[in-house]
């Protein structure tokens, strides 16, 4: 199958370029989703002819590819309503000052875009904050008007970004996921209204967020289909015993007693098998990537076991009716 099984280095930012192109070759990986945190300075890699070439020569030392920068704590700085865990996101100059990590996290998106095209990545994945996700219970009473405002102001912050974007080739994919002002079915869809169906703007199909909400992942998919611009591959598994709920009882994840948790590729409820066969209707080639989670396994293991099980999932779709054999003309 063409589509290349690749690893989101989001959650291995802790290891240098070389050792995580080395670590990710023996795990079986084809290639890496580079998290804008971790092993790309996306500035430096923007204006840097010498930074990308280096880059490049080490990926492709290790026989990997990149087709896509993840950008997520950059872009939730764009548009969240802050509160001192945006701290960590954004320079140590600015903590505390909104206004600065906001502006911060314009420019920095533009640079990302700037990066990608010289890394000739065309498409970048990432968050893009909401204004509103505090007040996704109506009590106290959220107006109607408080979330239109919400989406227009997000079309206010992200129109300039997107702009440098079209002018790179590069499309902007956000993941749905709690705390983002398109967090399910129905705010994606407003989402995409807002912005007038700009084709810039995509989403980075991500199952594991919307099977614990009840969302069935393969019908986003399906109606979303022609806006997945790329495909993280991740599981949940969900444990609603009669104790536990869907909002997680402020319990660190991997805690047995929380009502989901994200688990390593094949341990949860996700239906892979629907989601290819998705994705071959639909003719989708780009990259299936392993974003890996699971608090209660070894990532080595798990992303090693993850990379395998997706790379036997991922089969082509046929070419011929089951039954041609029977006829007989």
């Known amino acids: 199958m ?65 087709k896509a920068l993840g950008a997520h704590l950059t872009g939730q700085c764009v548009g969240d309503l802050w509160d001192p865990r945006l701290d960590g996101f954004a320079p140590a100059e600015f903590a505390g000052q909104p206004e600065k990590i906001r502006a911060w996290a314009i420019e920095e998106m533009k640079y990302t875009a700037r990066a990608a095209k010289a890394m000739g990545c065309d498409v970048v994945t990432g968050f893009m904050g909401s204004a509103v996700w505090k007040y996704w219970y109506s009590f106290p009473q959220t107006s109607e008007q408080m979330i239109a405002d919400a989406y227009t102001e997000q079309v206010e912050l992200w129109t300039p970004i997107f702009d440098v974007f079209d002018e790179c080739g590069v499309k902007f994919a956000l993941e749905v996921h709690p705390t983002e002002i398109a967090f399910d079915y129905y705010t994606t869809e407003r989402l995409l209204k807002a912005f007038n169906y700009r084709p810039t703007l995509g989403i980075n199909f991500d199952p594991s967020h919307l099977i614990w909400q009840g969302v069935n992942p393969t019908i986003f998919l399906s109606d979303f289909i022609d806006r997945v611009y790329h495909v993280h591959m991740k599981d949940t598994s969900v444990n609603l015993d009669g104790r536990s709920g869907i909002l997680g009882s402020h319990l660190t994840f991997g805690d047995m007693r929380r009502g989901w948790n994200f688990v390593s590729l094949g341990h949860g409820d996700v239906d892979f098998d629907k989601i290819i066969r998705v994705l071959n209707g639909a003719g989708y080639q780009g990259p299936l990537s392993v974003e890996w989670e699971d608090s209660g396994m070894d990532r080595i293991f798990g992303a090693t076991e993850a990379c395998s099980f997706v790379k036997n999932i991922n089969f082509s779709p046929s070419t011929v009716a089951f039954d041609d054999a029977l006829k007989n003309d």
Request: net charge negative; aromatic share 8%.
């Open 2 to 66: 063409g589509r290349p099984v690749t690893l989101f280095t989001g959650q291995w930012a802790d290891l240098p370029l070389e050792e995580m192109c080395r670590t990710a070759r023996e795990m079986g990986y084809d290639g890496l989703e580079l998290a804008t945190w971790g092993q790309i300075n996306c500035r430096r890699a923007a204006s840097d002819e010498g930074y990308v070439k280096e880059i490049k020569e080490t990926l492709k030392k290790h026989g990997l590819i990149c």
